[in-house]
């Protein structure tokens, strides 16, 4: 379990899924939520390996119209809805997929505020997954893209006009800017 930081949500306690799923810790969601500033409010937000969901609750929590939470485990989209249902949010759509068929099916409008957060193990599937989203032209032209990792992740940054870079211990995030 762990808490909302900020919002209408602030506080309140949401489940985790018990296998496989390291939610981002309570200060690096509350630093990845100030770096985007009031790019959140009205926002339309894709949670991609969304695990929890708490990335997406937490920028509904801020002000954020709509979130998609996109997840391959069937634990994990359970776990999304029965947080969704206590909180009892109705701006978002949880949906059983990999992030690759998700990205590849998806249409219409584009999006504000995109996390990408797989298992770090994963490491192919942060270019993969920005790829996808350009090619398909799936951001708004001043979209934030913030990718969450360990170690060192390769990717092309050069369509976006900010690149910022954080550390929280062994955690790193990489916010880009459109």
Do not use: W
Request: glycine share 8%.
């Amino acid at each position: 379990m762990i808490k909302i930081i900020g919002g209408i949500y602030r506080s309140r306690v949401i489940q985790t899924p018990t296998s496989d799923t390291l939610p981002s810790k309570n200060m690096v969601r509350g630093a990845m939520i100030s770096a985007l500033g009031r790019d959140i409010e009205d926002a339309r937000v894709l949670d991609l390996f969304a695990g929890s969901g708490a990335l997406g609750i937490e920028a509904l929590s801020q002000g954020a119209a709509y979130c998609d939470f996109v997840d391959l485990a069937r634990e994990a989209v359970k776990v999304i809805e029965g947080n969704l249902k206590t909180l009892k949010e109705s701006h978002g759509k949880v949906h059983l997929a990999s992030y690759e068929s998700f990205l590849q099916s998806c249409a219409g409008e584009p999006y504000d505020v995109v996390f990408i957060d797989p298992p770090y193990r994963m490491k192919d599937s942060y270019q993969h997954a920005l790829s996808i989203l350009l090619d398909k032209k799936m951001l708004r032209d001043d979209a934030c893209v913030i990718l969450e990792y360990e170690g060192d992740i390769e990717v092309d940054v050069a369509p976006f006009k900010e690149v910022r870079d954080y550390k929280y211990g062994k955690t790193k995030v990489k916010l880009l800017r459109g």
